[in-house]
T-cell receptor, first 112, second 115 residues
Framework: AQRVTQPEKLLSVFKGAPVELKCNYS??????LFWYVQYSRQRLQLLLR??SRESIKGFTADLNKGETSFHLKKPFAQEEDSAMYYC??????????????FGAGTRLAVHP | GAGVSQSPSNKVTEKGKDVELRCDPI?????LYWYRQSLGQGLEFLIY????????KSGLPSDRFSAERTGGSVSTLTIQRTQQEDSAVYLC?????????????FGSGTRLTVV
C-alpha cells in the first residue's frame, strides 16, 4: 500500500535553530516525493520535489530509499518559515498520470 | 485564468441538504483533482479527472459524493444529504498532463461547514 507518514504534528523551534521535518513513505516502486507548504491564509503550494534536487528558501530534502525517508531540512529556521508542511508521494503511473498521496502534515512554528 | 479558482470560498449548510462545489482549473491543464483537508487528517484524495479518460473515483468516501467535469474544464463536486462529518476544506488542484515539473496547482479551497 502507498502511504506517507509524518510523525510530528507540531514542531516548535527558535529562530536560527536547525529544522528537520520527518517524512517516511511506503511504496513498492520508484517514488516521486514532494514537499508542499501552506502558509497562514494562503493556498497550498509546491515547495520542492526530489527529482529537481533544488534548495528552495533554504530547504533541502534528500530521498533515502534505504530508509524510505524524505526528510525536509533547513540549517537556520526563520520566523517566516512558520507554516503547515505536507510530504507527498506520487504513485504508480497508470494511464499516464500520477495521483499524489499526502501525509497528515507537520505544523512548524518558529519563535523569535 | 491565472490560477485555480474555487467557489464558494465558504459554505454553511444544514445537515441533510445537498451542496455543490465548483472548481475552475488553469487553462490548458488536463488533469484535475479533488482533495479533502480535515484538521489532523492531512489531505485525502477524492477523485481525479484526466482528459477524456474515465475518472478515478477511488477516493470518494461514500455514494453521497459525486463529481463531474464538463468540457474538460470546470468541475463540480456534489455532496448529497450532507452530514456533519463532511465538514472540511475541499481543495481542487490542476496539473499539466502527468503532473509536470511544477506539480499540482491548488485552489484556495471551499470551507464546508455542516450544522
Amino acid at each position: 500500500a502507498q502511504r506517507v507518514t509524518q510523525p510530528e504534528k507540531l514542531l516548535s523551534v527558535f529562530k536560527g535553530a536547525p529544522v528537520e521535518l520527518k517524512c517516511n513513505y511506503s511504496y513498492s516502486g520508484s517514488p516521486e516525493l514532494f514537499w508542499y507548504v501552506q502558509y497562514s491564509r494562503q493556498r497550498l503550494q509546491l515547495l520542492l520535489r526530489h527529482i529537481s534536487r533544488e534548495s528552495i528558501k533554504g530547504f533541502t530534502a534528500d530521498l533515502n530509499k534505504g530508509e524510505t525517508s524524505f526528510h525536509l531540512k533547513k540549517p537556520f529556521a526563520q520566523e517566516e518559515d512558520s507554516a503547515m508542511y505536507y510530504c507527498a508521494l506520487s504513485g504508480t503511473k497508470s494511464g499516464g498520470y500520477n495521483k499524489l498521496i499526502f501525509g497528515a502534515g507537520t505544523r512548524l512554528a518558529v519563535h523569535p | 485564468g491565472a490560477g485555480v479558482s474555487q467557489s464558494p470560498s465558504n459554505k454553511v449548510t444544514e445537515k441533510g441538504k445537498d451542496v455543490e462545489l465548483r472548481c475552475d482549473p488553469i487553462s490548458g491543464h488536463t488533469a484535475l483533482y479533488w482533495y479533502r483537508q480535515s484538521l489532523g487528517q492531512g489531505l485525502e484524495f477524492l477523485i481525479y479527472f484526466q482528459g477524456n479518460s474515465a475518472p478515478d473515483k477511488s477516493g470518494l468516501p461514500s455514494d453521497r459524493f459525486s463529481a463531474e467535469r464538463t468540457g474538460g474544464s470546470v468541475s463540480t463536486l456534489t455532496i448529497q444529504r450532507t452530514q456533519q462529518e463532511d465538514s472540511a476544506v475541499y481543495l481542487c488542484a490542476s496539473a499539466v498532463y502527468g503532473g509536470g515539473e511544477d506539480g499540482y496547482t491548488f485552489g484556495s479551497g471551499t470551507r464546508l461547514t455542516v450544522v
